[in-house]
């Protein structure tokens, strides 16, 4: 079945320590994003990849990394720098980055749940 | 600028109906979807308006209103299962998303 796949669904971190999440898709979808969700708020844009090689910071992009070195996989690095990485972190992808016929629905993983400790 | 405004928390009974409303200021709109996310799981997409008008998908309808810069999403014969956060969802140029906050929706017996 196509779809994404996050792993894990749970990590615990303790402080200093960088930690990576690992994002998967087999809808072979141009465009992949990660998004970090915090009790009452809405979804918070952390960076986002439109083609391979190739991402752009999103709203709150400070304390992470990213890469896009195959169209399948963008893998998200919390790193030591991130004040206050404990939240629900959601990847999506969409058939498209930009423009064209694509409405731009989003598909996303299950989410990864990262508390530190 | 994006603002995104829907209430945060309705309960309603079994059976009933409800309306989420959505208010939104946004550059260069381009579309809304509804998204329905229960506790702790991922989003999964319910609607997407870009025109003016109802869309009507099962138990489930979507309203847009681009002058007025509104949305609702109706829920009719509510199931326990309706339980969930719904998530109002702003397109711009590019495809660039803003999500609302969300409602969460707690269905009684």
């Known amino acids: 079945d196509g779809g994404i796949t996050q792993s894990p669904k749970y990590l615990f971190r303790k402080e200093g320590q960088n930690v990576t999440l690992s994002c998967e898709q087999n809808?072979?979808?141009?465009?992949m994003y990660w998004y970090r969700q915090d009790p009452g708020q809405g979804l918070r844009l952390i960076y986002y990849?439109?083609?391979?090689?190739?991402?752009q910071k999103g709203d709150i992009a400070e304390g992470y990394s990213v890469s896009r070195e195959k169209k399948e996989s963008f893998p998200l690095t919390v790193t030591s720098a991130q004040k206050n990485p404990t939240a629900f972190y959601l990847c999506?992808?969409?058939?498209?980055?930009?423009?064209?016929?694509?409405?731009?629905?989003?598909?996303f993983g299950e989410g990864s749940r990262l508390t530190v400790l | 600028g994006q603002n995104i405004d829907q209430p945060t928390e309705m309960t309603a009974t079994e059976g009933a109906i409800v309306q989420i409303n959505c208010t939104y200021q946004?550059?260069?709109?381009?579309?809304l979807f509804w998204y329905q996310q229960h506790a702790g799981e991922a989003p999964t997409f319910l609607s997407y308006?870009?025109?003016?008008g109802l869309e009507e998908k099962g138990r489930f309808s979507s309203f847009l209103s681009r002058s007025k810069g509104y949305s609702y999403l109706l829920l009719k014969e509510l199931q326990m299962k309706d339980s969930a956060s719904y998530l109002c969802?702003?397109?711009?140029?590019?495809?660039?998303?803003?999500f609302g906050g969300g409602t969460r929706v707690l269905v009684k017996p």
């Open positions: 999506a992808s969409s058939q498209s980055g930009s423009g064209g016929v694509d409405t731009g629905e989003l598909f």
């Open positions: 990849s439109q083609i391979v090689n190739d991402f």
């Open positions: 946004t550059s260069g709109f381009n579309g």
């Open positions: 308006n870009v025109l003016d």
């Open positions: 969802v702003c397109k711009a140029a590019g495809n660039k998303l803003t």
């Open positions: 809808l072979n979808h141009d465009a």
